[in-house]
């Protein structure tokens, strides 16, 4: 059963998983360059110095989108299901609702830390030859809290989308901003990392808020 | 599970609410603040005081009295010897002790220490300038430099690789110095714009402080003597114009300490401690006396100092006069730091 929704959450959204997994890697390989380069054109010695003495990591470029990519496979993952009410079919399914729903998450999930994982790494390599493990890691550090606010935007998204009742849906999207917010106060890098857990521990909690939507869904509630 | 997640649901809210209500309530009855410039006279020997209300500004000594501007001047004639020479009227004399012109300017020094520069993220490498290069203009060295558990690498910019044999030269002249690896504080001032490097404050394992400089390529380092009972714990490097100083440090209990050249000694500077981690310092000093400016969430306390031997001369008090609502706060010193603040 959990294959079949696994397959069934693939064809969906194969198509947009492709072109934004593309889009995610090839910003963090434009990140790379972009180091690379400046090596080239300004010389490694004023890279150095500029990242020892400015405090700041040079991939902003990076921030949003993790976040953009997840929010939009939310989108394109669970809207249909909303708008056609094929979940109302998915739900009666000889299956666990909860389950059911939870297993979508979970490939949703999935996908985002492939392409985070992916893009994690084209970072790392992309600089390992030009820059010392110090500064190769603070300007690491900066983008966790950018790949990780992409898991937690895509499941504060499936929260609002499963949320049937307007009222409701913008209730909560203006507490998903707030929450999202969290994760781009500084831009300082490797400010989050002592506290890094907290960001965690708010990211993998946001997955049971879909319980509230999908419970609202389950007993018709309606604006 | 729908009840645990109603239960993170207004955790949740709460959070949002004690983080952005008491933010929303400070920036709409934030009020202009209007800090009073306080500055030590040695003439005068007490502390004169510049207010701007409305671009309107006053001078006047903490006794009260009124000042003009040209008074004003005249009694700080360290920090305007430029507009008094200008207008003929810079003494001969400042308590009894001949000045000039470049005297004057040469001596005056300024700095502020934020919470955030000594305890904020920063990436632990060092740039070592050479001290003797020949060369008027100071230049930033092709390297930098890590100290590990057990020795000093330094690393070339241009090719990402450790210079073995500067590594070993340094490490050795460290070694032979009896210092402890690793190093618990390095602190130094990586620019050219300074007209001389008084290289690094490193302070060991076992809490020894240690001046180390790089002249004509080698290691000079000297061992600075601590009177006993002091560990220091921050240190700052000077590079004022006046060379009376190798640089600063603070102790485990806060208290300020100014290393004094040429003998290296370590003068107590008589202010409370400081709370480096909520309080900002200023210092503006000259010739004669220094005006250390303390100020927290309260209020602003100003000192003066003899430069000579740093021993208090006068104290002086103000309410910070900013209020503002507590609330849940995500960042200090630079830091993602949880709190209520």
Redesign the interface.
Known sequence: MLYAIFYKEWIKTRLYYIIAGILMIGFACYAGLYLNRLDDLAGARKLWEYFLMKNDSQITILEFVPLIVAIGGAVVQFAPEMNRKCLKLTLHLPYNALKTVGAMMFYGVAVLLLCSVVSFSVLHFSMSGILPEEIRSKILQTSVPWFLSGICGYLLTVWVVLQPVWKKRILQIILSVFVIKMFFITVTPGAYTPEIWIFVVLTLMTAVLSVISLNDFKEGKQD | ??K???I??WF??AV?CL??LPYIWNFLSAKQQTTPFVLYSSVAGDFTIRRSVDNNSSWALVTGEKLTRPEYDSLLPEYFAKQLASENRLPDTILSKPVSLKFLTDENISFRIKPEALF??????Y?MLEGASGRVDLE?P?D?F?ITDSKMEF?N????KVNEDKSTLFTEALKNADFAFPAAEVAGN??VKKKYDNGFLIVDSKERLFNLKMVKGNPVLKRISVPLGITPKHCLVTEFNGKHSLGLFFDTKNCLYVIALPDNRVLKVEIPPVDLLEEEMTVMGNAFTWTIRIKNDEKITWYAVDSQDFKLLKTYTETSGESYLKGLS??KN?????GWR
Do not use: C
């Not at chain 2, 910019?157 to 990402?160: P, T, V």
């Not at chain 2, 630079?334 to 949880?338: F, K, N, P, S, T």
């Open positions: 599970m729908v645990t997640a109603k993170f649901l949740l809210i949002v983080w952005q904020g993220p920063s990436i632990p490498l740039q930033m092709p930098v890590r690393i910019k241009d090719d990402n990586p620019t995500f960042e630079g830091w993602i730091d949880l």
